[in-house]
């Protein structure tokens, strides 16, 4: 059996953090393209910069992502790029549910 001394595993932890704090900036770095009305994917969801229906927007569906309270953010469904947070598309799941 390997034996993992208190050295190696510090080294290993401090690794795996590391990767995983500039990993996750990297991925949010990236979405940084607003989803244009034409896009493709926007078109099959019928994704709308302001939604119509009351209640039902991008700001409390459970598959965006990002900070709290900012106008664009990244959504699952559009990679590399960010939604309007008062939009709406046909994938919207409440957050809550």
């Known amino acids: 059996m ?15 953090l590391i990767a995983v704090t500039f990993g996750g900036v990297s991925i949010n770095a990236l979405a940084r393209e607003r989803i244009s009305l034409d896009d493709p994917t926007a078109k099959a969801l019928k994704y709308v910069h302001e939604s119509e229906l009351e209640g039902k927007n991008c700001a409390n569906c459970k598959y965006l992502q990002g900070e709290e309270g900012e106008e664009w ?15 709406w598309c ?3 799941a409440n957050r809550l549910a």
């Open 2 to 16: 390997n034996k993992l001394n208190r050295r190696d595993f510090m080294k290993l932890s401090s690794s795996s």
């Open 73 to 87: 953010r990244p959504c699952a469904f559009f990679p590399g790029k960010v939604v309007s947070a008062k939009g």
């Open 90 to 92: 046909a994938g919207w």
